[in-house]
T-cell receptor
């Protein structure tokens, strides 16, 4: 399977704990995105990488959220001191470097539940 | 601020009953409009990209069209397996590389 891979698929954590999610993009895709989606809503932009550089970050993104993409390959999204409001589906997507306007391909997401 | 709305919020069709979903946008400088399909508990699956008014794309029972203010996803003779949420997203000159999504339309096709 050469699609976008996300791990874990599901995560249940207690409020106040830290969690980390991993995303492996499609090989050779240099653009990588993180989105968050709550029930009944469309995905909401969190952050964007081009290669290893984090070029955009949503104003809505709390300081408790941090993302990295070392060496421009896989990416991790960490949430510190989780809150119940962080419960959502976290989606990763990647797109090709060959065009400025091109579709993004999504992974299956990580469902986070904060109890 | 770029805004994307979708209507209806939910749609129930009988198998074979054709219909259209609407995506309206208010943006500064549209660079691309994207349609995705999303099944429950899964990530969005790419369907179409449209770049300019008048453009049309087709895939099986689906056809996407684009005007200067909106896009339509036409579903011809739908089958129960077409049941899903259909999401519309835009890339604009202000959103740059990121995608701004609408809330989606939940489609149910009854046998």
């Amino acid at each position: 399977d050469t699609g976008v891979s996300q791990n874990p698929r599901h995560k249940i954590t207690k409020r106040g704990q830290n969690v980390t999610f991993r995303c492996d993009p499609i090989s050779e895709h240099n653009r990588l995105y993180w989105y968050r989606q709550t029930l009944g809503q469309g995905p909401e932009f969190l952050t964007y990488f081009q290669n290893e550089a984090q070029l955009e970050k949503s104003r809505l993104l709390s300081d408790r959220f941090s993302a990295e993409r070392p060496k421009g390959s896989f990416s991790t999204l960490e949430i510190q001191r989780t809150e119940q409001g962080d419960s959502a589906m976290y989606l990763c997507a990647s797109s090709s470097r060959l065009s400025l306007n091109t579709e993004a391909f999504f992974g299956q997401g990580t469902r986070l539940t904060v109890v | 601020e770029d805004q994307v709305t979708q209507s209806p919020e939910a749609l129930r069709l009988q198998e074979g009953e054709s219909s259209s979903l609407n995506c309206s946008y208010t943006v500064s400088g549209l660079r691309g409009l994207f349609w995705y399909r999303q099944d429950p508990g899964k990530g969005p699956e790419f369907l179409f990209t449209l770049y300019s008014a008048g453009e049309e794309k087709e895939k099986e029972r689906l056809k996407a069209t684009l005007t200067k203010k909106e896009s339509f996803l036409h579903i011809t003779a739908p089958k129960p397996e077409d049941s899903a949420t259909y999401l519309c997203a835009v890339q604009t000159s202000s959103s740059r590389q990121n995608f701004v999504f609408g809330p989606g339309t939940r489609l149910s096709v009854l046998p």
